[in-house]
């Protein structure tokens, strides 16, 4: 049987046409945070395109979505083969990040069935709710909850950063489905997505061969301290939890680059009470972005930083507290499907270099389940979370013949 490759022009097509949905103004970007109209049209239109493939649907408590495909000669008895990512966003994101792993594997069904071929394991394709995070955390909720990683009610309990709650979201948005979790366990998992930084671009390579994902903590930081007149007040009598929250900000940057080596860390979110220009804030709230393929240079960054809050309160007389929103430590895929992505990446003529993913992914999850592994695809400037997020045309290709290939061995290919 001669090489099958994906067709790209649909592929892109369908890529700008869910872009369109929850489109930011003058950008290539979208907006589409967990269970939102506009994530519940993506999901809808997502799922258009499924039953278009003849897929059959599955929603589950949490509102994945997993869309699987049988060919003529499929035993359906078999575990499937499953690929897929996420369509949520951030507020400021860009038209690749999840999206692109999702509609690689529908283009990887609709590339096999139009050559009338059939596999012999099913082939899933799924979208998982809520991976972003940043409205509902932890990241990763829906392929958690997938993987038996959090418990259903729990997971339908979360409060997101607007105070609604992860149940009450799906129901609104009609995406509280009935299948079970945890879900029926894949044969394979793989991941196609932008690598969402600078390597593979500064270094000249198609294709990343994902081994493993580095640890993540994010600390939600309250520090509550005394309203008071921003003239009146003397310097020593104030409890100014503004200020409190911008020495946790800069001592977060101070502790990566102390900490050197893979640490990375970010205050993303800040919220003051009452936010006004002439009132001593009372109450900050800030979370806290720590990330180290290491996870003992990650505690260590995690105890530095409690440390410090715990001085400041003293200092400052505010009352610091903490709540733990993820904590994920370093995950490892399997080295056979490494191999894997590796040896399509050459046989399609593609360089290619094993690396870590500095950002999480659904694939984490199921790397607790079954046989796991990512590839990715350069992007522009190590640009991502923004709007200006780009891979190429030729990119977008290449890492979807390297899925395309790793789905056929692993699914099995006979003549329909
Ligand atoms: O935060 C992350 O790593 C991913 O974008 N959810
Ligand atoms: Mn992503
Ligand atoms: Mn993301």
Same mark, same amino acid.
């Given at each position: 049987m001669d090489t099958l490759y994906i067709n790209i022009e649909r592929l892109c097509g369908r890529l700008d046409e869910l872009a369109q949905v929850g489109a930011i103004d003058g950008t290539m970007g979208c907006s589409r945070l967990a269970l939102t109209d506009e994530d519940a049209e993506g999901r809808r239109l997502v799922i258009t395109w499924m039953r278009d493939l003849g897929m059959d649907i599955a929603i589950d408590g949490i509102g994945n979505v997993i869309g699987t495909w049988y060919g003529s000669k499929t035993d359906q008895t078999l575990p499937s083969v499953m690929t897929g990512s996420h369509i949520d966003t951030v507020r400021t994101g860009g038209r690749f990040d999840g999206n692109l792993g999702v509609l690689a594997g529908l283009e990887v069904v609709e590339t096999i069935a139009e050559r009338g071929l059939s596999p012999a394991h099913p082939i899933s394709v799924g979208f998982f709710t809520g991976e972003e995070g940043s409205r509902y955390a932890p990241d990763m909720l829906g392929s958690l909850v997938y993987v038996g990683g959090l418990g259903l009610e729990s997971a339908l309990h979360i409060e997101g950063i607007d105070g609604t709650k992860v149940g009450k979201e799906l129901e609104r948005i009609d995406f509280r489905g009935q299948a079970p979790c945890p879900g029926p366990v894949p044969k394979a998992f793989l991941e196609l997505h932008i690598e969402q930084g600078p390597v593979l671009e500064a270094e000249n390579i198609s294709i990343g061969a994902v081994d493993s994902v580095q640890g993540i903590?994010?600390?939600?930081?309250?520090?509550?301290?005394?309203?008071?007149?921003?003239?009146? %007040?003397?310097?020593?009598?104030?409890?100014d939890a503004g200020w409190v929250a911008g020495e946790v900000t800069s001592f977060v940057r101070r502790l990566a680059n102390e900490i050197g080596g893979n640490q990375v860390g970010?205050?993303?979110?800040?919220?003051?009470?009452p936010n006004l220009v002439n009132?001593?804030?009372?109450?900050? %709230?800030?979370?806290?972005?720590?990330?180290?393929?290491?996870?003992?240079r990650l505690k260590e960054a995690e105890l530095r930083l409690a440390n410090f809050c715990d001085d400041l309160s003293e200092q400052e007389d505010v009352r610091i507290t903490s709540e733990i929103l993820a904590r994920f430590e370093p995950v490892k895929f399997d080295d056979s499907l490494v191999r894997e992505v590796i040896k399509f990446s050459k046989s399609l003529k593609l360089s290619v270099k094993s690396m870590t993913s500095g950002a999480g992914h659904d694939a984490q999850m199921f790397a607790r389940i079954c046989p796991t592994a990512m590839i990715f695809v350069p992007s522009k400037n190590g640009l991502s979370h923004n709007p200006d997020e780009f891979t190429s045309q030729e990119e977008i290709e290449n890492g979807s013949n390297v899925l395309l290939q790793m789905m056929i061995q692993l699914a099995g290919l006979n003549h329909g």
């Open positions: 903590s994010w600390t939600q930081i309250t520090i509550e301290g005394q309203s008071n007149h921003a003239g009146t %007040t003397p310097m020593q009598m104030r409890h970010t205050v993303g979110k800040i919220d003051l009470v009132v001593v804030a009372s109450r900050a %709230t800030l979370t806290a972005d720590l990330r180290n393929t290491d996870d003992e």
